[in-house]
């Protein structure tokens, strides 16, 4: 009976390190952080043009030292938009995209319980997206033949002292709803100027 008693404390002592262990990993365990991908514009009709390629150029710019708040960076999601929207059809011309902003700012706002801007202890962080380009359909000789322009900006607040995850989330958010005016507004003026040369309709 002794030994019998012995063996069924052993599993119990086995049993319950072994509980202990697991619950000790889950506990351990850091989640993994969300992923983000660009805003995708793939769902919606392709820009067709008459040129036989893409050149996307970006002009040198200081930024608001922002950009790391933001899980997919504003000129990599314009990339991205050139991507999903500018096709090209034709045997001469170049069709260009010159990004000559695309950047994230963040100001430190003090604002009043009341909501009114004021010089204080509790403040807000303002979270801006500044997007800024122009395509272009280039000649064969260099010349500019047609280009359009648009240019997008758009401010969201942030309560200060956020945490990364809820500040990732919304400058993705923000984001997203940049590059979704830049489209509204890019596709408008290529529209109205490009004439002949935008091949889709």
Avoid at 71 to 86: K, N, T, Y
Avoid at 118 to 133: L, R
Avoid at 165 to 173: F, L, P
């Amino acid at each position: 009976i002794r030994a019998v008693r012995r063996g069924l404390s052993l599993r119990l002592v086995l049993i319950l390190a072994g509980l202990s262990l697991v619950v000790s990993a889950c506990g351990s365990s850091t989640p993994e952080p969300p992923k983000y991908p660009a805003p995708s514009f793939a769902s919606e009709l392709p820009l067709t043009f008459d040129a036989q390629r893409i050149e996307v150029r970006s002009v040198d710019w200081t930024n608001g030292g922002a950009d790391s708040d933001f899980p997919v960076s504003p000129i990599d999601a314009v990339r991205s938009w050139a991507q999903d929207r500018l096709h090209v059809k034709g045997h001469e011309n170049v069709l260009r995209l010159v990004i000559f902003r695309a950047t994230g700012l963040r100001v430190d706002m003090p604002y009043r319980a009341d909501g009114k801007p004021v010089s204080g202890n509790k403040t807000v962080e303002e979270e801006e997206i500044v997007v800024n380009a122009t395509l272009e359909i280039v000649a064969p000789d260099g010349g500019t033949i047609h280009s359009a322009s648009a240019s997008v900006s758009e401010a969201r607040n942030l309560a200060h002292g956020a945490s990364r995850d809820d500040r990732q989330q919304a400058c993705y958010e923000l984001l997203r709803d940049v590059m979704a005016k830049f489209d509204q507004e890019m596709e408008a003026q290529i529209r109205d100027i490009f004439g002949p040369y935008l091949l889709s309709r």
